[in-house]
């Protein structure tokens, strides 16, 4: 008595000579998920680098006194709450974690010193919007999604205002 046995592997052949042979299909899928990976690590990275800034910024209202700086950190304050909604929002609808950022940057030791801890401050701000603006850059290059396409196009000028802000300080 023969019994032939039929099992279905969802879209994959099996091949003596070759092992699994996976459909267009399945090439297709694993090449989405890579995608979508990319996408999320962008995501992510902005958001942390968004959260580094308002971290930093709640530092600097704590221990900085010129008045200058305090109006640019207020000014910077706002609109990194704004890109954060604007994040927390696509997050959710894209179902994107967003993780925590814990600043180490202790600006409490500079206080004796205005112009270093100005100069500092400054110069780590500017390096961290750069940072945002190039993941967002890439997530734009990377992404066939519409709605991240748009949110990056929404955040680049608001970063850029800020960098023009900072060198006016500078």
């Given at each position: 008595?023969?019994?032939?046995?039929?099992?279905?592997?969802?879209?994959?052949?099996?091949?003596?000579?070759?092992?699994?042979?996976?459909?267009?299909?399945?090439?297709?899928?694993?090449?989405?998920?890579?995608?979508?990976?990319?996408?999320?690590?962008?995501?992510?990275?902005?958001?942390?680098?968004?959260?580094?800034i308002l971290a930093i910024n709640k530092d600097i209202m704590e221990t900085n006194r010129e008045l200058r700086i305090i109006?640019?950190?207020?000014?910077?304050?706002?609109?990194?709450?704004?890109?954060?909604?604007?994040?927390?929002?696509?997050?959710?609808?894209?179902?994107?974690?967003?993780?925590?950022?814990?600043?180490?940057?202790?600006?409490?030791?500079?206080?004796?010193?205005?112009?270093?801890?100005?100069?500092?401050?400054?110069?780590?701000?500017?390096?961290?919007?750069?940072?945002?603006?190039?993941?967002?850059?890439?997530?734009?290059?990377?992404?066939?999604?519409?709605?991240?396409?748009?949110?990056?196009?929404?955040?680049?000028?608001?970063?850029?205002?800020?960098?023009?802000?900072?060198?006016?300080?500078?």
């Amino acid at each position: 008595m023969l019994v032939i046995i039929m099992i279905s592997l969802g879209s994959c052949d099996f091949d003596e000579n070759k092992g699994f042979i996976y459909s267009l299909n399945d090439m297709i899928e694993s090449d989405n998920v890579a995608l979508n990976v990319k996408e999320a690590e962008l995501f992510s990275d902005v958001a942390k680098t968004n959260l580094k800034i308002l971290a930093i910024n709640k530092d600097i209202m704590e221990t900085n006194r010129e008045l200058r700086i305090i109006l640019l950190v207020r000014d910077l304050e706002e609109s990194h709450r704004e890109i954060e909604n604007l994040l927390n929002k696509t997050a959710k609808d894209k179902l994107i974690l967003i993780p925590s950022v814990k600043n180490n940057i202790m600006y409490q030791n500079m206080i004796g010193n205005d112009v270093v801890f100005k100069e500092v401050y400054l110069e780590k701000v500017s390096l961290l919007i750069e940072e945002e603006i190039s993941f967002l850059r890439d997530l734009e290059t990377v992404t066939n999604d519409t709605d991240l396409k748009i949110m990056a196009v929404k955040i680049i000028p608001m970063l850029k205002s800020n960098l023009d802000q900072i060198e006016t300080l500078k």
